[in-house]
């Protein structure tokens, strides 16, 4: 008897953990929908404000006024603003469904991205190039998203690269999977940092990194949507020699 009432005892604790944890999982879950939606609201609310702002810092700027802070004024607007769109889809992309699906070819939309790109490349002395291993490389999902990782991968990859430097974006495939790398030979992510770059709101420790503005979201929105897509993201990188951010998406193979 005595037996049984222990094991009884050791059931009803367990029963009792198990509780608690299935009630701790969904305050979490709620929690965590609960700081979506404030971030989403935030930034919601911020935007209107900021966009009259920006209207009469242009205007301002139109006047040429001469004052020497209205170009500041536009310029941290203009990030101020980034921020507040990255914030934006960083709180849309959470638990979304998706709801745009249709096939479309992974070359076409990294061609147009470095098409688009190639100006900033000029700009900053870098040189950009496209390499094409398989055409076509149809995959299904949200090309406008799948295109905000790319855009994303090769504005990071030019923007922490030193002038004189090099951005190539090699696409192809590997079995089942399509492929796409962004190869910089730029400031490169420490072995510490490599980790972290995909979490919100994380910028690399390096001095020279963190000179370069930035919200530390691009990548967090990067690898939801391509974990959305059902492939991913990761980085080899090495520091002062240059990175490669890989993104692989699952081939669509149906004709
Ligand atoms: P942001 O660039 O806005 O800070 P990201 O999420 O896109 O945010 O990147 C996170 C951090 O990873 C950056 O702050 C930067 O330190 C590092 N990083 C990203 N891409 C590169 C790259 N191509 N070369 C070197 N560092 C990079």
Do not use: M, W
Not at 22 to 40: G, M, S
Not at 228 to 248: A, N
């Amino acid at each position: 008897l005595h037996e049984i009432a222990r094991e009884l005892g050791r059931i009803v604790h367990a029963a009792r953990v198990h509780e608690t944890e299935q009630r701790l999982v969904t305050e979490l879950r709620e929690l965590d929908r609960y700081r979506a939606d404030l971030i989403a609201t935030i930034s919601h609310e911020l935007k209107t404000p900021l966009t009259s702002i920006i209207g009469h810092v242009e205007l301002l700027d139109e006047l040429d006024t001469g004052v020497p802070s209205v170009r500041a004024i536009e310029r941290s607007a203009h990030r101020l603003h980034k921020l507040v769109d990255r914030l934006l889809s960083y709180s849309r992309l959470h638990g979304e469904i998706r709801e745009v699906r249709r096939r479309f070819d992974l070359v076409e939309l990294c061609r147009s991205t470095v098409e688009h790109s190639g100006f900033q490349a000029a700009t900053s002395g870098l040189s950009l190039d496209l390499e094409v291993l398989d055409e076509p490389l149809p995959v299904t999902g949200d090309p406008h998203e799948v295109s905000l990782i790319v855009d994303n991968l090769v504005g990071n990859a030019l923007k922490y690269t030193p002038r004189g430097g090099s951005v190539r974006v090699r696409v192809g495939s590997a079995g089942a999977e399509a492929r796409v790398e962004v190869v910089d030979t730029g400031l490169g992510i420490s072995r510490i940092d490599q980790p972290h770059v995909f979490s919100p709101f994380h910028r690399s420790t390096n001095l020279d990194a963190l000179s370069i503005p930035g919200s530390g979201l691009g990548l967090a929105i990067c690898r939801r949507i391509a974990e959305q897509h059902g492939g991913q993201v990761s980085v080899e990188s090495e520091l002062g020699r240059g990175s490669t951010f890989t993104l692989t998406l699952p081939l669509d193979t149906s004709d």
